[in-house]
């Protein structure tokens, strides 16, 4: 009984506007007609929210998701309290579908709305309201809930949840599939624009900004989800760097060895990846290793090689006077001039 008065009062708070009679459609005034998902990694308890769009930047208004809470996607006429109020009603110990029905009851436009939540047990909670513009539905299986609007064919919500069943790997990685589907089948009938994904935890660890995982957002593209998936490699790329960091910190240069090589091979182009796994071979004593490494980032700039005796001189890099000859030979083997730039 005391949950159905605190879920009374808070809405009375969050929607002051349908307590009063007023008839206001959204706090953002955006019809941000879309398709997302809201899923969570039963191994891991990780939730996460990815969404497309025909609209600027739909990561700032459709996702929301607190770790040890639950996610939630509001499109369609979006009302942003239901991510908002959604996530602090859940925090406080509402299901998701407890949370959805005390929102939907409070809001005087519940049928332009589309929403989507999560909880932190898996359990879902969809509402597609009865004026969301054709095709529009939703589809729910465990630990996962899928929703459009405005498709250019029906089937959507359908195609989304099959890829992400079938999809592996990490969570963003199977929302980011889920998406791709459905782009696959005609998506968003205006066409394509913006593109987030938003990962979290499965349990809070006190940090919110360590508990956002994946946080990534397509502001602006022709093509959002090939932009959102380079972004999401090159952030995997970056976590391995992260890893790698902790290791070496800890004097696990095997560790970093491995994390920064598998940094290098999803981005084998960026040269900052492979600088620091040079510096990382030269720390684990492999020097003959890491100087063929290092004339090939060396030709890609100066800048490369006049960072090496800063390293040297902060203790980042163990190179006496002999190793570090032996980098800036690899300089000028690679035609490197010191302070200029890679000679032609």
Known sequence: MHKILITFFVCMLVFPAAQA???TISV???PVHTYSIVARDPDSGQLGVAVQSHWFSVGSLVPWAQAGVGAIATQSFIEVRYGVSGLDLMASGLSAQRTLDALLAADANPGVRQVAMIDASGQTAIHTGEN???YAGHLTGENFSVQANLMIEPGVPQAMAQAFQQATGPLAERLLVALEAAQAVGGD??????????VVSGKASGRPRQDRLVDLHVEDNLQPLAELRRLLTLDTAYEHMNQGDHALESGDIEAALAEYGRAEALQPDNLEMKFWHAVSLVNAGRVDAAIPVFSTIFKGGAQW??????????GLLKADAAVLERINAAGQKAGVKQGGDANE
């Open 21 to 23: 009679g007023q008839d």
């Open 28 to 30: 953002t005034g955006r």
């Open 132 to 134: 969301c513009i054709e």
């Open 189 to 198: 009938l205006r066409g394509k624009q913006s593109a987030a994904i938003l």
């Open 305 to 314: 090689r006049e960072l090496v005796p800063r390293l040297a001189q902060a």
